[in-house]
């Protein structure tokens, strides 16, 4: 239940003026439904430990996300098992570098992901989307948690959510102001309630 009342509070925290005005309206009104995809099968909700790739491709000005094994699905995710059309994703952000460096992790970062195709409701190209099925002893059996893969799907740069932190159309990484500023998914949500 956490992770769907956690989506509005985080788009609005986080989101950059662009992508609030473009998706703002439909948030507010429930025209968009939303969940928030942190945990992670493998690794629960230790956010440094994540493995969800957000690979940034200058080339084509868009972000890569990828779930590059079993334990990087998220998991236990309330309003993804059949509900949610749109999430905030957890995902650490890969830059490119110079040819003998290789990539640059800078951490984990919030990006906007269309889950759902909003006419037929199905999962969207290269994500795999689906309910957990019954928890023990019942606990929150009236959640719909679900899990979410993604095999190398394509977002365009502005659904980072880069009100404090950011990437530039080529590749460089703006960073925030305080390094904490950009934690701010999951503690930031309490503060809207």
């Known amino acids: 239940m956490f992770c769907a009342t956690a989506f509005e509070p985080v788009f609005f925290s986080q989101g950059s003026p662009e992508l609030i005005a473009k998706y703002g309206a439909l948030v507010r009104t429930r025209g968009i439904i939303g969940c928030y995809l942190q945990t992670e099968l493998g690794h629960g909700s230790a956010v440094t430990s994540l493995e969800t790739t957000a690979t940034y491709l200058p080339r084509t000005d868009e972000f890569e996300l990828h779930s590059p094994t079993l334990t990087s699905s998220k998991w236990w995710i309330g309003a993804l098992g059949k509900t949610a059309t749109h999430g905030v994703v957890q995902a650490r ?3 490119p570098s110079s040819e003998n460096e290789g990539q640059k992790d800078m951490g984990p970062h919030l990006f906007f992901v269309q889950l759902r195709d909003l006419n037929t409701h199905k999962p969207m190209p290269s994500i795999q989307i689906g309910d957990i099925g019954p928890k023990a002893m019942g606990g929150y059996a009236g959640v719909d948690n679900g899990y979410a ?24 990484y703006v960073k925030p102001v305080h390094a904490k500023v ?8 309490f503060q809207w309630y």
């Open 182 to 189: 950009s934690y701010g998914g999951v503690s930031g949500c």
């Open 93 to 95: 952000l890969l830059l």
């Open 149 to 172: 893969r993604f095999e190398r799907v394509r977002i365009p740069r502005w659904a980072m959510l880069s009100r404090f932190a950011g990437v530039t159309v080529e590749g460089t």
